[in-house]
């Protein structure tokens, strides 16, 4: 079972500080969109972002960003992480389309399916009245 806080992902946004004033626009970009979460970051050019796995990720938020001609600049240990990030949360999201692999433990389950389709329980062919003599 997938834990619901697993899918929440909290990350930040390192912006370039050229073209001045960028964070601002991308700010109300952001802001517009569903199921999504946006806030100045901790940091000067950056915004704090809060989304789920399920809807976007971080990968495709970065692309989206640049089309629209915002440029980031990650330090060289964030931009390490952030392409570890890219590769798990891809992972995640795969891993989220694939079913369940059968296993012993739900063996069970043809079971049950098999003995919902039959008659079950105490059956006794003998006639009621019959029974009780011995």
Do not use: W
Not at 23 to 36: C, D, K, R, S
Request: glycine share 2%; with cysteine; net charge neutral.
């Amino acid at each position: 079972m997938i834990n619901p806080f697993e899918l929440q992902k909290e990350r930040l946004l390192f912006f370039s500080e050229e073209p001045a004033n960028q964070l601002f626009p991308a700010y109300i970009l952001l802001v517009g969109l569903e199921n999504f979460h946006v806030e100045m970051g901790p940091y000067p050019n950056t915004l704090l972002i809060r989304y789920s796995i399920q809807h976007y990720s971080l990968e495709a938020l970065e692309k989206a960003l640049a089309r629209e001609g915002f440029r980031l600049k990650y330090p060289l240990l964030k931009n390490i992480k952030k392409h570890l990030i890219h590769y798990c949360e891809d992972v995640q999201y795969h891993n989220l389309k694939t079913p369940v692999p059968r296993t012993k433990n739900n063996s069970q389950e043809i079971f049950v399916k098999a003995y919902e389709l039959h008659p079950h329980g105490d059956h006794d062919d003998t006639p009621k009245d019959l029974r009780e003599i011995k």
